[in-house]
Nanobody, 114 residues
Framework: VQLQASGGGSVQTEDSLRLSCGASGLILNNVAVGWFRQAPGKEREGVSCIGSNGFTSYRDSVKGRFVVSRDVAKDTVYLQMNSLKPEDTAIYYC?????????WGQGTLVTVSS
């Protein structure tokens, strides 16, 4: 199983980015998918999650700005990030737990400058 996170980049404050998470060896439509991030010098933290039933959750600091969604036809999960702030700067990872195993994407860097 491999997860691939993509879509990061360098943007200005208040800009938007959309991250994508795809997988090989696993059907994302059938599982909950989480987005995590790790800022320099900080621990990895959960950002958002979408369940196999479409239920979504967000950490408080991104509520109202980030939206997690699925494209069932493409078996892809997205994280739409709007109104980005410098404190959103981090490497973003998608995550799946399946068959008792944790799977992480390779991470995609998001840099937000003021």
């Amino acid at each position: 199983v491999q997860l691939q996170a993509s879509g990061g980049g360098s943007v200005q404050t208040e800009d938007s980015l959309r991250l994508s998470c795809g997988a090989s060896g696993l059907i994302l439509n059938n599982v909950a998918v989480g987005w995590f991030r790790q800022a320099p010098g900080k621990e990895r933290e959960g950002v958002s999650c979408i369940g196999s039933n479409g239920f979504t959750s967000y950490r408080d600091s991104v509520k109202g700005r980030f939206v997690v969604s699925r494209d069932v036809a493409k078996d892809t999960v997205y994280l739409q990030m709007n109104s980005l702030k410098p404190e959103d700067t981090a490497i973003y990872y998608c995550y799946v737990r399946r068959w008792g195993t944790d799977f992480w994407g390779q991470g995609t860097l998001v840099t937000v400058s003021s």
